[in-house]
């Protein structure tokens, strides 16, 4: 098992950025494709990146394509969510998930197994 602990929320105005970190447990990081989704309230969770065992592949959704990076560091156990020109839109708790099998372009919650408590982002415009 995995247990994830998200951190780097808060207050921003729009335009400017955030980087979510993600820590997880275990020795056996690598072993996990790791994801980010986000909920904003009312709406389902939906999926924002993910990023390969090896951290040699990543995958964005087109709401956050060219704005939002996710990466890994192995030896930290953690990983990240670099976000740039926020906007309101944006705005919504973020959830770090991992799962053992799967491709990053599994872009449903159902296929992540563990999933950290969540960290909220609000935007201001």
């Known amino acids: 098992q995995v247990q994830l602990v998200e951190s780097g929320g808060g207050l921003v105005q729009a335009g400017n950025s955030l980087r979510l970190s993600c820590a997880a447990s275990g020795r056996t990081f690598n072993m996990y494709r790791m994801g980010w989704f986000r909920q904003a309230p009312g709406k389902g969770r939906e999926f924002v990146a993910a990023?390969?065992?090896?951290?040699?592949?990543?995958y964005h959704a087109d709401s956050v394509k060219g704005r939002f990076t996710i990466s890994r560091d192995t030896a930290k156990n953690t990983v990240y969510l670099q976000m740039n020109s926020l906007n309101p839109e944006d705005t919504a708790v973020y959830y770090c998930a991992a799962d053992y099998s799967g491709s990053v372009y599994d872009t449903s919650a159902m296929q992540y197994g563990y999933w950290g408590q969540g960290t909220q982002v609000t935007v201001s415009s």
């Open positions: 990023i390969s065992r090896s951290g040699g592949t990543t």
